[in-house]
């Protein structure tokens, strides 16, 4: 009698075993997607005032201008513009038969409302070149600029520019965003709980979708569940036992791991990050020009690419982004591998060859310091650097701060050399890490040069359309490059993995990322 | 007893202030700034200089703590800094999540540590004895996060019975309560089982032998419950450390809670929420110990004697 209530016990306990196992069952054009793990914690989806969006975000709001993988601008909510010549106006022609998910026609009128909610925020600048926005007729708008702004576009096909429906806005306040949030996209706000997930569902009424997806709406998907999951080993085991059915960002590190599994695709798609070692053009021995270039040159990408990311991804030979046009420049101003130019320019600069492998300089050994953060990717990166350091006879010591304090040790100027990575696909990088007015951090370099913040100037507001401005950016650019306040690296990719057997996406992915232009496309397989 | 509840009570407001100061000096002594991840490449030393100034950044130590301190007794948190919403909010969204996953794990170790303890003392230094020792040394050494991705792999992907993350359904909750929960077990095996011999050799218990009474009656209803005081403090003692201890576990299980959030706001340097946060934690600790004390007083006689 007692055995029969133990194996009773047990059927009972499978069972309540099996029911649990049966709760996250999936059903037909529903999907569940994991975030990057950077966007873990994104506190609210309101893009005027938040400090940091997640992809979801761009799925709830439409943007006036959508950008492509290529970095080129396509027509969204503004259906086509034209810059003056001289950049001091610009006018946009709205698409017709927009409403937000609240009813509320998107018309002109919407413009210059959305334009003055953003003058309250943090976010401002990116819209402080608009003087005046005026309302030509109901599906016109010109705005009259204070100084040309040729990187307008750019900030318009960002999602912080995304544009919310400003009556709802005004009269959530604070809710706004967390728990209602009213936009023109593809996908309603249905629940969001911070740190955990975001619920989505299709807004029917959709028929404005960018001309980059193949679909214009609406959505196929009917329901989407963003999680957020900080842990990538969690996230990778909930992808392999069906639990979700996309990762938004795949570390490196798992490539192998995910390929081995029958079910699951990795996409590689280029990123918008730079690995780079910033050169400190203060601190003796970088003072001397020769000894930052010998340092730059010692540093071997190719092998970088190939012995600590498995060939995934590209190498890095000047600052920028490959997608971005300001990162071709002149081939003599390229900075690669050439291990004999940096001994050369080591002698020249009087630091000889000691027995010991470490060069030396009237008695005193070439030592400094190279400056790191503590996580797993950057150690690794660093002391394959340091390696490659000795190898030319430059002996670097590796101190390593956590990420949030060593933007403070950043400010106190005493680095040398320092790995970091920075992610951003806009030549204005250039000006935020190399202007001489943010010494110490973000300008790592300590880089103050005359020349080249005449040229900055002229690349930041001295240019009156985008043709002009690419042109200027790269003259600086070039010549930041010529100065060796660092030694570029490594350019990874993103890499998204789905569910095959779950997930239909389209054979090429439009757009700076796998985002709003993709989901329109993407089907569920019944 | 009323009158000992109230002073206990009096005496934690000079604790509490203590552990404010402490609270806030940590987060604004250590190096790293909020405003580093709130402007955004393209902005200038001017927006800086402003966004310093609407969050008071820019008034010295001492007018911060005492602008944060005439809020917090006001019952206003203030407003989160990077994550731009009221600090009120946001813990109300974390807190049920950390009390579930507390509270549970909390009632399966004393459950599952009392009984295994008490298992243990019976079979002292026997096989049996051995095995569960052996098993809480193994509990209370694994680090937490490992033993928690542990749990995943056998529980979920090889067996598939619990979700391998989340916070949706009460199954997800199996893992996570089992991972704290064991590492808790192994502290309570270890008091109740000494505490049980110790019992066990009092002159009362021989005096219960001598009047016939079983073995296992005596352990149960004196030995046990005699065994139980040290037990409950241990127990009250931990339910502040379950709270902040969870941290580790609710990154593993992409579990929302206070954990989660304090890691968030303290890598961006987010000074109200991790000030809160850190209150939270405190207070837990602090009310824990004054629940311990009381407990014991209720369940202990000569405690209450003393009182008078």
Same mark, same amino acid.
């Given at each position: 009698?007692?055995?029969l209530?133990?194996?009773a016990a047990?059927?009972a306990g499978i069972?309540?075993?099996?029911?649990?196992?049966?709760v996250?069952?999936?059903f037909?054009?529903e999907?569940?997607?994991?975030f990057?793990?950077?966007? !873990?914690?994104?506190p609210t989806?309101?893009p005027?005032k938040?400090?940091?969006?997640?992809a979801a975000t761009?799925l709830?709001y439409?943007m006036?201008?959508?950008?492509?993988?290529?970095l080129?601008?396509h027509?969204h909510?503004a259906?086509s513009?034209?810059?003056?010549a001289?950049?001091m106006?610009w +006018?946009f022609?709205?698409?017709?038969?927009v409403t937000f998910?609240?009813?509320?026609?998107f018309n002109?009128?919407?413009?210059?409302?959305?334009l003055?909610?953003f *003058?309250e925020?943090d976010?401002?600048y990116?819209?402080?070149?608009?003087?005046?926005?005026e309302? !030509?007729?109901?599906?016109?708008? =010109?705005?009259?600029?204070?100084?040309? %702004?040729?990187n307008l576009?750019?900030?318009?096909?960002?999602?912080f520019m995304?544009?919310?429906e400003?009556?709802?806005?005004? /009269?959530?306040?604070?809710k706004?965003?967390?728990?209602?949030a009213?936009?023109?996209?593809?996908?309603?706000l249905?629940?969001?709980?911070v740190?955990?997930?975001t619920?989505?569902?299709?807004?029917?009424a959709y028929?404005?979708?960018s001309?980059?997806? =193949?679909n214009t709406? $609406?959505?196929k998907i009917q329901k989407?569940?963003?999680?957020?999951?900080?842990?990538?080993?969690?996230a @990778?085991l909930e992808l392999?036992t069906g639990g979700?059915?996309?990762?938004?960002?795949v570390?490196?590190d798992?490539?192998?791991e995910?390929?081995?599994?029958?079910n699951?695709? !990795?996409?590689t798609?280029?990123?918008s990050?730079v690995?780079y070692m910033?050169i400190?053009?203060t601190?003796?021995p @970088?003072?001397d020009? =020769?000894?930052r270039?010998?340092?730059?040159?010692?540093?071997n990408?190719q092998?970088i690419?190939d012995s600590?990311?498995?060939?995934?991804?590209?190498v890095?030979n000047?600052?920028l982004?490959?997608?971005?046009?300001?990162?071709?420049? %002149?081939p003599?101003y390229?900075v690669?591998?050439?291990?004999?130019?940096?001994?050369?320019?080591?002698?020249?600069a009087?630091w000889?060859?000691a027995d010991?492998?470490?060069?030396? *300089?009237d008695?005193a050994?070439?030592?400094?310091s190279?400056w790191?953060?503590?996580?797993?990717?950057f150690?690794?990166?660093s002391e394959?650097?340091? /390696?490659q350091l000795?190898?030319?006879?430059?002996d670097a010591?590796?101190t390593s701060?956590d990420?949030?304090?060593i933007?403070?040790?950043?400010?106190?100027?005493?680095?040398?050399?320092a790995?970091?990575?920075?992610?951003?696909?806009?030549a %204005?990088i250039?000006?935020?890490?190399?202007?001489?007015?943010?010494?110490?951090?973000?300008n790592?370099?300590?880089?103050n040069d005359?020349?080249?913040e005449?040229l900055? *100037? *002229?690349?930041m507001?001295g240019?009156a359309?985008?043709?002009?401005?690419?042109?200027? @950016?790269?003259?600086?650019h070039?010549?930041?490059?010529?100065q060796f306040?660092?030694?570029p690296?490594y350019?990874p990719?993103?890499?998204?993995?789905?569910?095959?057997d779950?997930?239909v996406?389209p054979e090429?992915?439009?757009?700076?990322?796998?985002g709003p232009?993709t989901?329109m496309?993407?089907?569920v397989?019944? | 007893?009323t009158?000992?509840i +109230?002073r206990r009570?009096?005496m934690l407001?000079p604790?509490f202030?203590a552990v404010?100061?402490?609270?806030f000096l940590?987060i604004?002594?250590? $190096?790293?700034?909020?405003?580093?991840?709130?402007?955004k490449?393209?902005?200038?030393p001017?927006?800086?200089?402003?966004?310093?100034?609407?969050?008071?950044?820019?008034?010295?130590?001492?007018?911060?703590?005492?602008?944060?301190?005439a809020?917090l007794?006001?019952?206003?948190?203030?407003t989160?800094?990077v994550?731009?919403?009221?600090?009120?909010?946001l813990?109300a969204q974390?807190l049920?999540h950390?009390l579930?996953?507390?509270?549970?794990?909390?009632? +399966?170790?004393?459950?599952?540590g009392i009984?295994?303890g008490?298992v243990a003392?019976?079979?002292r230094?026997g096989?049996?004895?051995?095995a569960?020792?052996?098993?809480?040394l193994?509990?209370s050494?694994?680090?937490?996060?490992?033993l928690?991705?542990?749990m995943i792999?056998?529980?979920?992907?090889?067996?598939?019975? @619990?979700?391998v993350?989340?916070?949706r359904?009460?199954?997800s909750?199996v893992l996570?309560?089992?991972?704290?929960?064991l590492a808790g077990? /192994?502290?309570v095996?270890r008091v109740t089982?000494?505490?049980?011999?110790?019992?066990?050799?009092k002159d009362?218990?021989?005096?219960?032998?001598?009047?016939?009474?079983?073995?296992?009656?005596?352990?149960?209803?004196?030995?046990?419950?005699?065994?139980?005081?040290?037990?409950?403090t241990?127990?009250?003692l931990r339910?502040?450390?379950?709270?902040?201890? /969870?941290v580790?576990v609710e990154?593993v299980?992409?579990r929302?809670?206070l954990?989660?959030?304090l890691i968030?706001?303290l890598?961006?340097?987010d000074?109200p929420?991790v000030?809160?946060?850190l209150?939270?934690l405190a207070m837990?600790v602090?009310l824990?110990?004054?629940?311990?004390?009381?407990?014991?007083?209720?369940?202990?006689?000569?405690?209450r004697?003393?009182?008078?």
């Open positions: 009698m007692r055995k209530l133990a194996k047990l059927a069972c309540f075993a099996g029911l649990c196992a049966a996250p069952a999936v037909a054009q999907a569940t997607i994991v990057n793990t950077n966007e !873990v914690g994104a989806y309101n005027i938040a400090s940091m969006l997640n761009g709830i439409d006036l201008v959508e950008q492509d993988a290529d080129s601008f027509p909510l259906e513009w034209e810059e003056a001289d950049g106006s +006018v022609h709205l698409k017709k038969g998910h609240n009813g509320e026609p002109a009128q919407t413009i210059p409302a959305w003055e909610l *003058k925020s976010n401002a990116m819209s402080e070149a608009i003087d005046k926005v309302v !030509v007729d109901d599906y016109t708008v =010109k705005f009259a600029m204070k100084h040309p %702004d040729p576009l750019y900030n318009l096909s960002s999602t995304a544009i919310p400003p009556k709802a806005y005004k /009269a959530l306040g604070d706004f965003g967390v728990t209602e009213i936009g023109t996209g593809p996908y309603k249905e629940s969001f709980n740190g955990s997930e619920v989505l569902v299709r807004n029917d028929t404005w979708g001309p980059l997806s =193949k709406g $609406p959505a989407l569940t963003f999680r957020e999951i900080a842990e990538e080993s969690t @990778f392999k979700v059915d996309m990762l938004l960002g570390p490196t798992f490539m192998g995910l390929k081995s599994e029958p699951i695709t !990795v996409l798609l280029p990123g990050e690995a910033s400190n053009v601190s003796a @970088f003072t020009i =020769k000894v270039e010998a340092a730059a040159f010692a540093i990408q092998e690419l600590i990311y498995g060939g995934v991804g590209a890095a000047t600052f982004i490959s997608a971005l046009p300001e990162s071709q420049v %002149d003599k390229l690669k591998y050439d291990p004999e130019r940096s001994k050369t320019l080591l002698d020249e009087g000889k060859m010991d492998g470490i060069r030396a *300089k008695g050994p070439l030592k400094v190279l790191t953060q503590s996580d797993t990717s150690r690794r990166l394959v650097v340091q /390696a000795k190898a030319v006879g430059i010591e590796i701060f990420s949030s304090s933007r403070d040790q950043y400010k106190s100027g005493k680095q040398q050399l790995v970091r990575s920075y992610e951003w696909n806009n %204005d250039v000006d935020w890490f190399f202007g001489g007015d943010r010494l110490g951090y973000p790592t370099s300590m880089f005359p020349k080249a005449e900055r *100037k *002229k690349a507001s240019s359309n985008s043709e002009q401005r690419q042109a200027n @950016f790269k003259t600086y070039e010549y930041v490059l010529s306040p660092l030694a690296i350019q990719t993103v890499n998204v993995a789905y569910n095959k779950r997930l996406l090429q992915i439009h757009g700076t990322e796998v232009v989901f496309d993407m089907t397989k019944e | 007893m009158a000992y +109230v009570l009096l407001v604790v202030l404010s100061v402490v609270i940590i604004h002594l250590i $190096p790293g700034d909020p405003v580093d991840n709130l402007i490449i393209g902005s200038g001017e927006q800086r200089a402003a966004i310093v100034a609407r969050y008071g950044l820019d008034r010295s130590l001492p007018e911060q703590y005492l602008i944060w301190l809020g007794l006001r019952g206003d948190l203030g989160a800094i994550a731009q919403r009221p600090v009120s909010t813990i974390a049920p950390s579930a996953l507390g509270g549970l794990s909390l009632l +399966v170790s004393a459950g599952a009984v295994l008490a003392m019976r079979y230094d096989p049996i004895d051995q569960i020792m052996g098993g809480v193994l509990g050494t694994l680090p937490t996060f490992w928690g991705l542990l792999l056998l529980f979920s992907v090889v067996l598939g019975w @619990f979700p993350s989340g916070a359904t009460w199954s909750l996570p309560v089992m991972t704290i929960g077990t /192994a502290l095996v089982r000494i505490a049980m011999i110790e019992a066990a050799q009362f218990v021989l005096l219960l032998h001598a009047k016939g009474l079983s073995p296992s009656r005596i352990r149960l209803r004196h030995v046990l419950r005699h065994a139980l005081t040290p037990v409950v241990i127990l009250a339910i502040g450390w379950i709270l902040g201890g /969870a580790t990154v299980f992409a929302p809670g954990g989660t959030l968030k706001a890598n961006q340097h000074y929420v000030q809160a946060c209150l939270m837990a602090m824990g110990t004054l629940v311990g004390d009381i407990l014991q007083a209720a369940i202990d006689p000569r405690v004697a003393n009182l008078k």
